[in-house]
């Protein structure tokens, strides 16, 4: 399989989702929407985690709000219903908890899944794009990486996907030759290994929906977290080198 082949699921065909297409008023916040924004009403000062409660199990995910503050704001805005985001359905700008009933839409095993899509089938986004942080650093060097899909630079929405397993060509310079952006972690690798493996057909699409069905975003603390930022994405034993998935 060619490299091209396994990042297409992460290049974002965005037909159509942009206000204009609707006569649709512009972005309420005309695209500035930060942490202080994102994160108000949460209590306390430890790391700032998503619980990912899906289908098939859930997820207790690290957010690099000091490495990409941008693309944290934007996931816990939309996750907590305080950035709006464009109905594609209506044409109408909403505020709610944009994650809670979509689902993993495309899931390729040894790689990664990927959900965040309104529409439930990759071309689904909020009705705006986001910024790359150029400064912040993209290795996908181990399993349970948090990242956002794209379409090209600063064209992040909503979409995001957790790797299987590290994968070096979706590295800043890689072979895959983008920019998605890094921002957060989850330590269940074996669940993305779980949901990456169930029946789906040849667009990668699970025959059995995948759901995320409720995002939740809080503050705790380093002692409540099931691990160390150390030792997050690696439960006694590093990840399997993926079997060249993007090459023949």
């Known amino acids: 399989m060619k490299i091209a082949d ?29 942490l202080d924004e994102a994160t108000k009403g949460l209590s306390g000062k430890g790391t700032l985690t998503a619980t990912i409660e899906t289908s098939l199990g859930t997820f207790h995910c690290e957010l690099f709000e000091q490495i990409a503050p941008l693309t944290v704001a934007n996931f816990v805005g939309l996750a907590r219903g305080l950035r ?4 594609p359905t209506t044409g109408v700008w909403e505020k709610r908890a944009f994650y ?29 794009t986001i910024q790359d942080e ?14 956002m899909a794209n379409r090209g630079p600063n064209t992040a929405g909503s979409q995001f996907f957790i790797t299987e397993q590290p994968q070096p060509p979706l590295d800043d310079g890689g072979a895959a030759g983008g920019h ?20 789906r057909t040849q667009m990668d699409r699970p025959m059995t929906d995948v759901k995320i069905v409720k995002v939740t975003i809080e503050r705790v603390s380093k002692e409540a977290l099931t691990q160390t930022p150390k030792t997050i994405g690696k439960p006694g034993t590093k990840p399997t080198p993926p079997t060249k998935p993007a090459a023949k």
């Open 180 to 199: 998605y952006q890094i921002f957060g972690h989850c330590p269940e690798v074996a669940l993305v290994t779980k949901i990456a493996g169930v029946p």
């Open 100 to 128: 809670d009933g979509l689902t993993f839409h495309r899931v390729i095993p040894t790689f990664m899944i990927q959900g965040g899509d309104i529409k439930g089938n990759g071309t689904g986004e909020p009705g705006y």
């Open 84 to 87: 709006p985001f464009l109905n």
């Open 6 to 34: 396994i990042i297409a699921p992460l290049a974002l065909t965005l037909l159509g989702l942009h206000g204009s297409a609707y006569g649709a008023a512009p972005d309420p916040v005309a695209g500035k929407f930060g």
């Open 134 to 147: 150029k400064n912040a650093p993209n290795k996908f060097d181990r399993g349970g990486v948090m990242a």
